[in-house]
């Protein structure tokens, strides 16, 4: 991971961060493991007003080399099977075209498919599990059982009950069946039905959605809100009626699908700064600046900095000071995706922007999805009243779309008073500050016994790597004997070396579940030989600083 | 659309090469195949070492040169679906440090395999060609070439 200052890379005692006099601004701190002795304001000012710990450490080299052997034994053994099936050896399960078009040009070049076949297919019984409870904390999981080596399914008919669940993003809790908790979303049911068929512009726009919208704004704190009916459509809809040709999007390289595909719709030119990354972000704004669009030399119409809050696969949080000092030196609008911190991160859970203390006022197009942290679907944009104004005209989504059904936006509008403390209890406080502690104690565990974790200390998705692929499906697998689901992910979807097991903590993991699953690691990590990490925190005390400890309790 | 997938890398097979430990795992490899070879009692030194060129550069000939296209589905609809794997490297850039990297490791190969071999002339012959043959494609001016037709779809 490029991210030479808050990054504790692999050289515990580094005492000159590599580049950090590159920008005249000064903006750039040095963050990180290394300067344990941070206090409040320092040299530069207060940009950060609390520190900034991100973590990308490197495993050690013969962990690459035994990853890249162990794609190389499965590519043999790939070919070998291939080879079997094709000379009828060997007998084959996957679809194929009937006799009588043989001859025919194939539909599919089966070189493409030679990963799923023959490396996702021996471990896909750890994905697209079938539950059968809400996503809760613990759900139920239906138990299959495959005779042929994952190619068939079937089901035995018993349920797994309370499986603990690590991988939905359940960041408040407010996946729940409590029949109390939904009676409102149940009368709306009854009172509006359940879809709308029909866009916002015709006859879509409900009195719950004008209500909604301004119980969004409300809690974000700024002018106006919109809500469409699906988070994706959000990013992939809107994009392209704020930018278009003339345009230039500066896109975080870990962007979101949605995102990169609003961008690319948008017709608008898309250049990739390194994952946050302040100098690559500033070079190519200056870039663009400078030379202006490509052939022409023309000034830009716009410049709009696409970044999210929290980074789903990485647990990173954005750089928010820096790029909002960023964009204002230099002219530039910013988009920010709080799909995964609105409700996770912030005193009050109002996403990374009251996590960094800054004004909503700030960040030019605030935009943010339900499925996470509100137990709901679809996403909102927020921002100035001519901003949304504009994009109820002017957005794809308005005119063609369907809007958001009402109990669906019934159950947004209750999550986000429980949230706001509206209902008149504190509930909604205390689910914040619960995923918190949760976030932070689960992290504190996993560092001091050894494991390499992606990420911000306060984000509430912990990347774990697990690096070989013989080591994903082992661990999927073992942890589910143990009844805790997890996620893990390998390539292509990460790159080659950084497979992993996401872990989302939630609000409503008790300390005891946690403990559960932290002690399951423990011992996998022994058995799997997963404690990579060099620098486990407990080995090291005089690196961090009295008050980081201070927060736990 | 790269749909569950973590980076907006259209075409991951590009950045393998260029991943961190890959250029060691292939050192490491063709020093293992070396030892096995040299644990065969019947062959003689010269004879293993040309075996070793051989079949490194024809292993290397296969999966850089003849494969093509992408083991796994890519968003862009198959735009690399008639490029090899060295022809895909950095997007088609051509001299970036993989593709010395690659394109030097054969040489140094031969250059050990022609000592070892004491210069016989058979030998000279079989490894020469060999390297020739691995060491063409990787010429700038033969990218997408394809020689007769071979190979092409």
Redesign the interface.
């Known amino acids: 991971m490029a991210n030479p200052s808050a990054v504790c890379n692999g050289h515990l005692h580094h005492h000159h961060q590599k580049q950090n006099n590159l920008l005249k601004s000064g903006i750039y701190k040095k963050n990180g493991i290394t300067k344990g002795m941070k206090k409040n304001g320092i040299s530069n000012g207060s940009l950060y007003k609390k520190t900034f710990i991100e973590h990308f450490e ?1 495993a050690p ?1 013969y ?3 035994l ?3 162990g794609f ?1 034994v499965g590519t043999i053994f790939g070919y070998l099977r291939d080879f079997m099936r094709a000379w009828g050896l060997e007998k084959r399960n996957i679809a194929a075209e009937r006799e009588q078009q043989k001859d025919f040009v194939p539909l599919y ?1 089966d ?6 076949r023959n490396l996702y297919m021996r471990i896909r019984d750890n994905w697209n599990r079938p539950i059968c409870s809400v996503p809760g904390p613990q759900f139920d999981l239906m138990e299959r059982v495959t005779d042929d080596y994952n190619w068939t399914f079937r089901f035995t008919g018993r349920t797994i009950k309370n499986v603990i669940n690590m991988g939905s993003y359940n960041y408040l809790g407010f996946a729940e069946t409590d029949v109390n908790a939904l009676k409102t979303v149940t009368i709306e049911l009854q009172k509006y039905g359940t879809g709308i068929c029909s866009t916002r512009q015709e006859m879509g726009t409900l009195d719950k959605h004008v209500e909604l919208e301004k119980l969004v704004a409300k809690f974000l704190g700024v002018e106006d809100a919109m809500v469409f009916g699906m988070g994706f459509a959000t990013n992939s809809m809107n994009i392209p009626a704020l930018v278009g040709k003339g345009c230039l999007i500066l ?1 975080d ?3 979101h ?1 949605s995102l ?2 609003g961008a690319r719709l948008s017709g608008a030119t898309i250049r ?1 700064f390194k994952h946050n990354n302040m100098q690559s972000l500033e070079k190519l704004l200056r870039d663009a600046i400078i030379y202006g669009q490509p052939r022409s030399r023309r000034a830009w119409r716009k410049i709009i900095i696409l970044v999210e809050g929290i980074y ?3 647990g990173s949080i954005v750089r928010l000071p820096e790029i909002v000092s960023l964009k204002k030196k230099y002219k530039a609008y910013l988009y920010l995706d709080e799909a995964h911190s609105i409700g996770a991160v912030g005193a009050t859970g109002r996403g990374v922007v009251e996590y960094f203390g800054m004004s909503p006022d700030d960040v030019d197009v605030l935009m943010g999805t339900f499925t996470k942290s509100f137990g709901a679907a679809g996403g909102y944009i927020a921002g100035k009243k001519d901003l949304v104004d504009f994009l109820r005209t002017h957005s794809h989504s308005a005119v063609y779309a369907t809007s958001m059904c009402p109990p669906v936006a019934e159950q947004i509008i209750r999550a986000m008073k429980c949230l706001m403390g509206l209902d008149g209890t504190t509930q909604g406080l205390q689910r914040v500050r619960q995923l918190g502690k949760n976030t932070r104690y689960f992290r504190r565990r996993l560092h001091e016994m050894g494991f390499i974790i992606y990420g911000n200390d306060d984000s509430p998705v912990v990347p774990l790597l697990l690096y070989m692929p013989g080591k994903i499906g082992a661990f999927a697998r073992r942890m589910l004997e143990k009844n805790i689901g997890v996620v893990v ?1 390998g ?7 950084e497979s992993r097991a996401r872990f989302c903590v939630s609000a409503a993991h008790t300390r005891e579940m946690l403990d559960t699953v932290l002690n399951a690691l423990d011992e996998l990590g022994d058995f799997l030989h997963l404690k990579y990490s060099r620098y486990s925190k407990s080995s090291h005390p005089e690196l961090y600083e009295e008050t980081r400890l201070e927060l736990e309790d | 659309m790269n749909v569950g997938v973590a980076h907006s890398e259209v075409n991951p097979n590009t950045r393998v090469m260029n991943s961190r430990g890959i250029w060691l795992a292939y050192v490491i490899s063709v020093g293992v195949l070396h030892v096995v070879l040299l644990s065969i009692p019947f062959f003689s030194i010269p004879v293993v070492w040309t075996l070793t060129n051989v079949i490194h550069n024809l292993v290397m000939y296969v999966l850089l040169h003849t494969v093509k296209g992408t083991p796994f589905e890519t968003p862009d609809q198959g735009k690399d679906r008639l490029l090899t794997h060295w022809e895909q490297i950095d997007y088609g850039t051509q001299c970036t440090s993989s593709r010395k990297f690659l394109s030097v490791s054969p040489v140094v190969l031969y250059l050990l395999t022609s000592f070892y071999t004491k210069y016989d002339p058979a030998h000279f012959v079989v490894n020469t060609a060999s390297l020739l043959s691995v060491l063409l494609p990787k010429l700038p001016q033969f990218h997408g070439v394809r020689v007769f037709g071979i190979n092409k779809y």
Not at chain 1, 491 to 497: E, L, N, R, S
Request: no cysteine; hydrophobic share 50%; net charge negative.
């Open positions: 490197q080299m962990v690459a080399v990853t890249f052997l190389g070049q070189f493409e498919n030679f990963y799923t896109s390289e870990l962007n699908t990169v595909l990739i789903s696969m990485e992910v390539f292509p979807a990460t790159p080659i070396t």
